[in-house]
């Protein structure tokens, strides 16, 4: 859909226009009106425009100059002047400042839908041109490192991802691992003595690791990196070669891969202290399989670094050297990405259940033991998330969930996954509902606002900014949500109150109808007898008498 603003200083000629093309079938579904060139700017800065239609003889600030104006800010903005024979010569002024088309007054309606017909065919070749094959497949390989970066951090936490789309997204980011792979993940810390050196640096220094651990590993593996939350780069390594590759080697006297590897490493380590001058540590997992093992490989690494290290420097060691099975078991899908906190903030409600349905799935797993612990943690971990959005949104939790806000301070209040379920499943209704009847009253308060707004200034300027301004909110925003709540345009609805407060004066016939007019905001009679014969199928005299009669 387009959006259009038309310009002149004579108002009667901006509504003429405004009313008389048929937008709906020209794909346009907002037509901005302003009155001056300083109004039109504003109008420009406040709101998203595909089209400008201008005067080019206005008083102040002229067509030409608002032309200047745009082309200055908003290169993509299709401009065209209407004006009359007598300032032709202004056209060719006009060519300095690449206007796209000129309209003669008197203009036809055909030739004006002709004219923005030849200028949206235009816009849309243009973003065509921008969203095509080719253009796109080149910025994505501009960002290709931040892209697969990002990906290989959702892998890490947890993030699931059905088999066909992560495929897609390995083969458009060109990342060579696929299902099924066997991998093995490298954390490395960068320990204190990287932190001297300036952001800038750092981050010279972190992309320089990268180098050296691709020279040091490519004959053997194959890399994807990434930086993650706690700032460890993590080096996601597969094997080049086939698993009967390897027994072939190993027949052969090849050395031990699993030792080749730590050496590797130490040779890293070695480098980077040698020409980077910084100590790193390095633990390498045990192996998994891509991509369902990814997160526990990197869980596994971090518990085994803050358990075992702490903030000891330099180390170099194999997860292989420790048993790190945990002892207690957590709710792992519970934390995993994307986290309940992040999905209560985009309203994912059915995220949501989906994720909470499978922590409870895992909680009732046949070899799994669920301890009252385990109860808390998903009690606990669940309030927490309801009472941090509760107060980003204005709100004790108490006073939205109700007597079921005793639970979370009651020492054992679950004796079993079953009661733990009923209390969630509860309170998230609770939550969606306050939420949603938030959102409503937001929506029906903004539509009482707008409306009483224009029934109090139906004389005056009742433009969409106008309105927009006094609501205070963006006047794309207001359109969508009027028309939304009301299921009309919010002009529809002026244009409809303009012309019932009409009908009323008239059949009170103590009014001219030059001065019904003029109360209604119509500078011009001839303009206002136009459109209520539009609206009622009369002229305003012929009204008063039929009513008469």
């Known amino acids: ?35 001056s060139g300083t109004e039109a700017l504003d109008l420009l800065h406040a709101c998203p425009i595909d ?30 002047l209407f004006s009359g024979y007598a300032d032709f010569e202004y056209a060719q002024q006009a060519i300095q400042f690449h206007t796209d088309d000129y309209i003669l007054k008197p203009a036809d309606d055909a030739e004006i839908v002709a004219c923005l017909r030849r200028l949206t065919e235009s ?55 696929a299902a099924g792979d066997e991998v093995t993940l490298m954390l490395v810390r960068m320990d204190d003595s990287f932190y001297a050196y300036n952001d800038r640096d750092v981050h010279l220094r972190e992309y320089a690791i990268g180098n050296m651990a691709e020279e040091i590993f490519r004959d053997e593996y194959l890399l994807w990196t990434c930086k993650d939350p706690h700032d460890y780069l993590i080096f996601l390594m597969k094997r080049k070669r086939s698993p009967q590759e390897e027994l072939t080697e190993e027949e ?26 910084g100590k790193v540590s390095i633990l390498l997992s045990a192996k998994g399989t891509f991509p369902g093992d990814v997160p526990q490989l990197y869980q596994s690494s971090l518990r085994i670094v803050r ?5 000891q420097d330099e180390f170099l060691i194999s997860a292989d050297s420790f048993d790190d099975k945990p002892q207690v078991g957590s709710a792992d899908s519970l934390h995993d990405s994307p986290t309940l906190v992040q999905l209560l903030e985009a309203g994912r409600w059915e995220a949501i259940e989906d994720k909470l349905r499978a922590v409870f799935e895992e909680m009732v797993k046949p070899d799994r033991q669920t301890h009252q612990e ?35 301070f009651q020492p054992n209040p679950f004796r079993s996954v079953d009661q733990l379920q009923q209390w969630v499943w509860r309170v998230l209704r609770k939550m969606h509902a306050d939420m949603q009847s938030e959102q409503n009253e937001t929506a029906a308060y903004l539509v009482r606002r707008a409306q009483q707004y224009v029934e109090d200034h ?22 969508r949500v009027y028309k939304s709540e009301t299921g009309e345009g919010l002009s529809g609805y002026i244009l409809r109150l303009k012309m019932e407060k009409a009908e009323k004066m008239l059949l009170d016939g103590s009014q001219k109808i030059h001065e019904i007019a003029e109360r209604l905001g119509y500078a011009n009679p001839p303009y206002f007898i136009k459109v209520f014969k539009k609206h009622s199928g009369l002229t305003p005299k012929e009204f008063r008498e039929h009513m008469a009669r």
């Open 1 to 35: 859909m387009f959006r259009i603003l038309i310009v002149d200083d004579h108002e009667h000629q901006v509504e003429s226009l405004a009313k008389s093309i048929p937008w709906d079938e020209l794909e346009f579904d907002q037509v901005h009106q302003a009155y």
């Open 51 to 80: 089209i400008v239609i201008t005067d080019i003889r206005m008083p102040g600030m002229s067509g030409l100059e608002l032309l200047q104006r745009i082309r200055q800010k908003w290169k993509r903005i299709k401009c065209v």
């Open 123 to 177: 816009i849309r070749k243009e973003w065509e041109d921008v969203s095509s094959h080719q253009r796109t497949l080149y910025t994505l390989r501009e960002n290709f490192p931040k892209l697969r970066d990002g990906l290989l951090n959702e892998l890490l936490q947890g993030r699931s991802f059905a088999e066909q789309v992560l495929s897609q997204q390995l083969g458009a980011f060109e990342i060579p691992f």
């Open 252 to 277: 052969t006297g090849v050395a031990d891969r699993p030792h080749r590897l730590e050496r590797e490493a130490s040779e890293l380590q070695n480098s980077i202290q040698t020409y980077l001058h």
């Open 307 to 311: 358990q075992r290290f702490g903030k």
């Open 374 to 408: 385990h109860l808390m943690e998903v009690c606990l971990t669940i309030g927490g998330a309801l009472i941090y959005i509760s107060h980003k949104n204005g709100k004790l939790l108490e006073s939205v969930i109700g007597e079921d806000w005793v639970f979370l």
């Open 458 to 479: 139906l004389s005056g300027d009742t433009s969409l900014q106008t309105v927009a301004d006094h609501v205070r909110v963006h006047p794309v925003y207001l359109s």
